[in-house]
């Protein structure tokens, strides 16, 4: 069963728009969260993280929002920009290991 | 500095056939992975390695073994590979102890195999 759901497939956002991508977990138990960034045929690259005793954290552009209670994070990109185009897979650990959800691809059209 | 590499990139084998997926890091981190990643699936965890000479299984270890040479290395070993076995392999690694900030995993570029 899978603890860690990306129910949106794929997103298009305009440049210099922002990006909402969400995330939806089960597991009351894990406490770091990370997101991945994906291009064709590279492997992931870590985007930014939230540990369980927070609920934001920012980096430039990227904004991870967690919210415990309703077990859901999400990752916001402002400005949204073309080279952002790529598969973002958001993850969960309680330990050594991790869960991914199953990705969603965003598009950002100039 | 080349972070985590993967040999080989490409690999189609037949149905039955046995083959190593190498991974190694230069990065001394504890803590290593291999998942592999389907359509509609996402990344799922084959096995990871705590530490250097320890092994466990992830979701899913069916029809794979693996081996931690040393705290370099951690390969994988398909024994008879299956179709079902056709997916792009993920090595990773991580530092693997102590706080959150730690445990960051960076990948490598992946192995698509092929079975057929």
């Known amino acids: 069963d899978q603890q860690v759901k990306q129910n949106s497939p794929s997103l298009s956002v305009q440049e210099g728009r922002i990006s909402i991508l969400n995330c939806d977990y089960t597991n009351s138990m894990f406490d770091y969260f990370l997101w991945y960034k994906k291009y064709p045929a590279e492997g992931p690259t870590f985007l930014i993280s939230?540990?369980?005793?927070?609920d934001k954290n920012e980096d430039g552009r990227f904004t991870v929002f967690l919210n415990k209670s309703a077990k859901h994070l999400s990752l916001h990109i402002v400005p949204s920009q073309p080279g952002d185009s790529a598969v973002y897979f958001c993850?969960?650990?309680?330990?050594?290991?991790?869960?991914f959800g199953t990705g969603t691809s965003l598009t950002v059209i100039p | 500095n080349a972070g985590v590499t993967q040999t080989p990139k490409f690999q189609v084998l037949k149905t039955g056939q046995s083959m190593t997926l190498q991974c190694a890091q230069d990065?001394?981190?504890?803590?290593m992975y291999w998942y592999r990643q389907d359509p509609g699936m996402g990344l799922r965890l084959i096995y990871y390695s705590a530490s250097e000479g320890t092994t466990d299984k992830g979701e899913v270890p069916n029809g794979y073994n693996v081996s931690r040479l040393n705290k370099r290395e951690f390969s994988l070993r398909l024994e008879s590979a299956a179709p079902s076995q056709t997916s792009v392999y993920f090595c990773?690694?991580?530092?693997?102890?102590?706080?959150?900030?730690?445990?960051?995993?960076?990948f490598g570029p992946g192995t698509r195999l092929t079975v057929l």
């Open positions: 939230i540990s369980s005793i927070k």
């Open positions: 990065m001394n981190h504890n803590s």
């Open positions: 990773a690694s991580s530092e693997g102890v102590g706080t959150p900030v730690h445990n960051e995993q960076f």
């Open positions: 993850a969960a650990s309680g330990g050594l290991q991790f869960y």
